[in-house]
């Protein structure tokens, strides 16, 4: 979609806004209906629709969950517009009367704003609930969803044009933007003379965006932490249920519960009962922790496995495979592209790119291609325990592990992560520090992770540990991976910076960085991952 073919799709959209702003209480409360009702009504096709968006989705993580309907998402979807028809038209409420001393009357009223942008991810009742708001408030909705949940956006979109058109209203109230590139939301955070705000609903990445491109007048959240407190005079067998249900029920969306606050009083009661339920999923952990979050997705990687499958998958497909060899140089041609890297096994011809994935190395061989990127080594400390019968059912982390990954700075966090191997043994982790390719492994550091181990399972206090090493990964400013052209050299191509997630998110790389090479269509906008943020001047 060309610039001009989005300012004309918005031109439409803002002639009606002019028209919704003029249409009575009634007619805007008889759209919300109808859509109630045509949702329900059509709700196996719906979910027809929206199976097949889900099974086009290839990303791990919450994602999925978030773009998928079911019947009862789809009866809240209705409910809600009912609730919204139902309340207080609020136009043209008078707010604030002022007399003037020469008795001019200055009123405040509530009037239309006129056309309210929406920039959203993959979550399809966002597509209802934000026409819904829009036209009950006498505003034309132009909406931007992404590419995942394009066909449900579209069916529901299709509703709100059949209760419009049946009101005698412009269908254009409602729009939908059905180009995703990025380079049509950047022109559509633009649209100077078509949108009067925008709002974002989504990631750091968005928000970023916003921040970045947008020239109209946008409303901007907070990554927001949303709390749960329990008074004394709770109750607390609605009180567990109440804290449950807030953070386990859909872990994925953003008003997932983040912190339980406890009135002291109560705090023995509620954490003994919330700890039983730890205890069912793992037996063996201490007592008198204030809960956790079970994940029944969740698996682990073993990465030496996975290395070796992918390898005799190569080697089926005759990709010729030479290691160890150490890069040592490249040669480009007139135009700066590199055509051959040198190697300490000899000269390797390029063909289209030269993909560098040598994860905490990458910064190095980077270098040594002609590129420059921020890539260092973060090191870690794991434990390996003599073998032992489970003491974990699951793999398990303390809740400052995430934390710890994208914690700034350049000093020392340590934080719990427990996970079974094939042999019986435990690896016990992990600590993150910049220290180089330092191999020499602190013992203050071992003593921490075992600590933090043994007070999380007392059982492991018995197990010896066999031994300790250090590991290093990826690291970048930001704490995102690089993924992408390098910018400046042509023909080099990033895939790095993961930290300690390269291994789980390959495949999702893979895909991302073939793509990006063909020239085809992206999975997830690639934007954050590109190289090109850490240029001079960025």
Not at 234 to 254: E, H, L, Q
Not at 290 to 310: I, K, N, T
């Amino acid at each position: 979609m060309t610039t001009g073919e989005l300012l004309t799709q918005g031109r439409a959209v803002k002639a009606a806004a002019a028209v919704l702003a003029q249409a009575s209480d009634e007619s805007r409360q008889a759209v919300l209906r109808f859509v109630a009702e045509r949702l329900e009504s059509s709700l196996d096709e719906l979910l027809g629709v929206n199976e097949v968006d889900v099974a086009n989705y290839h990303e791990s993580g919450p994602g999925r969950d978030r773009l998928a309907l079911t019947p009862e998402r789809i009866h809240a979807m209705a409910n809600a517009l009912r609730e919204v028809a139902a309340s207080a038209d609020p136009l043209f409420e008078r707010v604030d009367v002022d007399v003037r001393p020469n008795g001019l009357r200055v009123e405040r009223v509530r009037v239309p704003l006129g056309v309210i942008g929406v920039v959203y991810e993959n979550r399809p009742n966002v597509t209802s609930d934000v026409a819904g708001l829009c036209l009950r408030s006498g505003n034309a909705a132009f909406l931007r969803g992404s590419s995942s949940a394009l066909r449900t956006n579209q069916f529901i979109v299709s509703l709100w044009h059949e209760a419009l058109e049946k009101e005698s209203l412009p269908k254009e109230a409602v729009s939908l933007v059905e180009e995703t590139s990025h380079e049509t939301v950047v022109s559509f955070m633009q649209l100077t003379e078509v949108l009067d705000c925008l709002i974002p609903r989504g990631g750091p990445s968005l928000i970023r965006a916003m921040r970045e491109h947008a020239r109209v007048p946008y409303v901007l959240d907070g990554d927001g932490n949303c709390h749960v407190y329990v008074d004394d005079e709770a109750d607390v067998a609605m009180a567990v249920a109440i804290v449950k249900n807030a953070k386990t029920s859909r872990p994925g969306v953003c008003n997932a519960a983040e912190t339980l606050l406890v009135h002291a009083n109560i705090a023995p009661a509620l954490l003994g009962e919330l700890d039983g339920e730890l205890s069912d999923v793992e037996p063996f952990v201490a007592p008198g922790l204030a809960g956790g979050v079970f994940y029944e997705q969740d698996c682990q990687v073993q990465p030496m496995l996975a290395v070796a499958s992918r390898v005799a998958e190569l080697r089926g497909l005759g990709v010729r495979l030479v290691w160890p060899a150490e890069v040592t140089g490249a040669q480009h041609d007139a135009d700066g592209r590199i055509v051959a890297a040198e190697t300490d096994r000899g000269r390797v011809s390029i063909g289209t790119c030269v993909v560098n994935a040598g994860g905490p190395w990458s910064g190095t061989v980077a270098a040594r291609l002609g590129a420059i990127i921020p890539v260092v080594p973060r090191r870690g400390h794991v434990l390996v325990t003599e073998p032992v019968a489970p003491v974990t059912l699951h793999k398990v982390a303390e809740a400052g592990y995430v934390g710890s990954v994208h914690a700034g700075g350049d000093g020392r966090s340590c934080s719990a992560v427990f996970e079974s191997t094939r042999s019986g043994t435990m690896l016990l982790g992990s600590s993150r520090e910049f220290a180089g390719f330092s191999r020499r492994v602190d013992q203050a550091v071992v003593a921490q992770i075992a600590a933090r181990a043994a007070g999380l399972f007392p059982g492991l206090r018995a197990v010896r540990l066999l031994r300790a090493y250090v590991g290093f990964r990826p690291a970048t400013p930001d704490r995102m991976p690089i993924i992408g052209p390098d910018g400046a050299v042509p023909g080099l191509v990033h895939a790095t910076g993961h930290e300690g997630a390269g291994i789980g998110l390959s495949e999702a790389t893979g895909e991302l960085v073939a793509a990006l090479v063909l020239g085809h269509a992206t999975h997830v906008d690639p934007v954050p991952f590109a190289a090109t943020r850490f240029a001079p001047g960025q």
